[in-house]
Each structure stands twice: as C-alpha cells, then as structure tokens.
C-alpha cells in the first residue's frame, strides 16, 4: 500500500499506556504508517501495567522486531484487531527516542501529518513547552509545532499543580491541542476497551479522522 500520509505517535512515562497502544491500532487500521517512539519511562510503565517486556532492561537488549512483536500482541488481546500480523508489522516503524537524526526531526518530512503524546507525562509535557527538544519526542513536537500541524497533548496526571496548568496554558497558546485523558461515562461503557476506545476516538476526531470506535453523545431520548 501506498504511505501517503502518516502520524508520529510518542509514548511517555505516565500512567495509561493502553490509550497509546489502541491509538497505534486505530491509525493503523485507517491506513495512516504511524512512526512511534517510546521513551524509557514509558517502556518502564508498559512493563508495569501491560505486564510487556518481561526481562528487566529488555526493551534496550531485544530487537525492534521482538519489541513490536510484543506491541501487535498486546493490540490484538485488548481490542478486536482484525488485521493480520504481519500488515500491523509493516505499518509502523520503532524509533529510539535519542535518534535525533531520524527523518522526523525536520520540517521537510512532509508526509506527517500531526502527532500525538499519549500518554504525556508533566515531565514531557513541561520540556516541550519549554522546547527543550532534548529527544526525539520533544524535537518532533517542537518541529510539527512550528509548521503549524497538529500536535495533541493528553496529559495524565492528577490532581494538576500549577506548573503543570501553567505549561498547558503555554502549550495550548502555541496551537497545540490539549486533551486529557479523561474518559466520559455517559456512554455507559462495559469493558476497558470501551473506556480506551473513549478517548481513542477522540484524539482521531481532532485529528480529523472520521471515524465510529465510539458511543458519541445523543440528547436523552432523541433518535
Ligand atoms: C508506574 C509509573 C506511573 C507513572 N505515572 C505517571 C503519570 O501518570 N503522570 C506523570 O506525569 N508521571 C508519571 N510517572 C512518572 C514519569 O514516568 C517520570 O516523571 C518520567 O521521568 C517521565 O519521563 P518521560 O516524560 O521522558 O517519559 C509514572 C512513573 C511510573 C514508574
């Protein structure tokens, strides 16, 4: 298939690493090559609340190839994947948060069409509004920035100090899209999945992707 288009996707230290793992799944499956990093917390918190990556330091000694392996797994035991292994293999790339040559770190990279941090940590959150481009997570959002795409933040901590309110406000003023993992209920969701597809959806609608993985909102009792 021709790759048109793609999103980068970074993953970081704080706690939700499902919403990151099902927004890999859902770009994928709307045919979008996602270029995903990880950073080392977040592989940390993977570990911790997918149980992934069982030896310690393993996602420094395993291949690429037996990282994503472990990534397509976990999508296809949470959410009703229906693709087959080998197209989520060939739909993203694993990129070493310290590849600061990569491709993505330049605003020639054309193809990209927006980013999203999910989850962002205050950590990461504080450093990109700071545009510290210290990784290459902070670098691509500092660069999708300053081209004017899209960049969505979904922080996840509480309760927030005013640090944390305060480089939102800042991140927020610089065209980024601020959406906290803060799922809705009015769905009545029955599953994590149905909680995750939640917030997965929203980030495709302000990306602008249409799409149907969710209940929206009708007004009580209108058809
Ligand atoms: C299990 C676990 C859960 C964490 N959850 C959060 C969180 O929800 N929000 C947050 O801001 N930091 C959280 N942290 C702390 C971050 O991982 C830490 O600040 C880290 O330096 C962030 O680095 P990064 O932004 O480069 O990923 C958590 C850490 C661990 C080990």
Do not use: Q
């Not at 590849?99 to 020639?108: D, P, Q, T, V």
């Not at 005013?162 to 029955?190: C, E, Q």
């Amino acid at each position: 298939m021709e790759k048109t288009y793609s999103y980068i996707l970074a993953l970081t230290g704080a706690s939700g690493a499902i919403y990151g793992l099902s927004l890999l799944r859902a770009l994928i499956e709307h045919s979008f090559f996602v270029h995903l990093i990880i950073s080392k917390p977040g592989f940390t918190v993977m570990k911790d609340e997918l149980d992934m990556f069982a030896d310690a330091n393993a996602e420094g000694a395993k291949a690429d190839s037996a990282v994503k392996e472990e990534i397509i797994n976990k999508i296809k035991l949470h959410f009703s994947a229906d693709r087959d292994f080998s197209y989520y293999a060939g739909m993203f790339e694993l990129l070493d948060e310290n590849f600061l040559e990569s491709r993505i770190a330049s605003g020639s990279a054309k193809d990209i069409k927006g980013m999203a941090v999910v989850p962002c940590s205050m950590g990461s959150l504080s450093r990109i509004a700071c545009g510290i481009s210290g990784n290459l997570i902070e670098r691509a959002a500092d660069v999708v920035l300053k081209e004017r795409k899209k960049l969505i933040i979904c922080p996840r901590e509480t309760p927030l100090n005013d640090i944390h309110l305060k480089n939102m406000l800042s991140l927020y003023s610089s065209g980024a899209v601020i959406l906290p993992l803060i799922p809705a209920f009015y769905n009545k969701p029955r599953t994590v999945a149905d909680i995750v597809n939640f917030m997965t959806g929203r980030i495709l609608d302000s990306f602008g992707v249409d799409n149907d993985i969710y209940a929206r909102w009708g007004a009580y009792g209108a058809k």
